[in-house]
């Protein structure tokens, strides 16, 4: 049974992606270039896809796992030679997004908790929404569980993107490395370094 998000959770989640927002991290990241967050308590990691390089539909989208990865690498292929026609693969993926975009484009149950939380979104292209995209359903607000997970996320992708605008660390993309945080249990501390993914494969329908 869905559980929706608490004002609290949202309010933690604005919080973050307002922060997120001020670095721009479209400057440092193309669409293709992963960053892979392995979160307290799951065993699998969440793979961050940004948005907004090229100057246009600004968001990031969190992929849950390895079939979300699988998820990913079907929309990055998506037209190409050996892809998936483009509407097919947006609409059998599934991932929870962030976007950064116009008034009318958020939904009405989001504009209410934007207005409880009195966040003072004004001006074309400043206001900030979240849709979850699952396989063969239309888009919808992200529950209580997406909310959580989704802010953990964003707290890491800060953390990776402040390091890289700060040339800490640097990430071959273009080679196929990814960039990492990961959670060390024994130490308590994260750790952050640049290395490979192991290629996944999937059949596709």
């Not at 919080?15 to 065993?43: C, M, R």
């Amino acid at each position: 049974m869905r559980k929706e998000a608490s004002l609290e959770q949202w309010k933690e989640l604005y919080e973050v992606t307002l922060n997120l927002k001020a670095l721009e991290p479209w400057h440092y990241f193309g669409s293709e270039d992963l960053v892979a967050i392995a979160l307290q308590g799951e065993e699998e990691p969440v793979f961050m896809s940004i948005m907004g390089m090229m100057g246009s539909c600004y968001g990031i989208s969190m992929y849950e796992g390895m079939e979300g990865f699988c998820d990913f690498d079907m929309v990055a292929r998506a037209g190409g030679e050996d892809g998936l026609p483009v509407p097919y693969a947006m609409m059998e993926q599934s991932c929870i997004t962030w976007y950064v975009g116009d008034r009318e484009e958020v939904p009405e149950d989001q504009r209410k908790v934007i207005k409880k939380l009195e966040l003072g979104f004004r001006g074309k292209g400043q206001w900030q929404y979240f849709y979850s995209f699952a396989k063969g359903y239309m888009p919808f607000t992200p529950d209580a569980r997406e909310v959580s997970v989704l802010t953990e996320a964003f707290k890491g992708l800060f953390m990776a993107t402040r390091a890289v605008k700060e040339k800490r660390i640097s990430v071959d993309f273009e080679h196929g490395e990814v960039l990492w945080r990961v959670y060390n249990a024994e130490t308590e501390e994260w750790n952050m370094f640049a290395g490979p993914l192991s290629p996944y494969e999937r059949n596709y329908p």
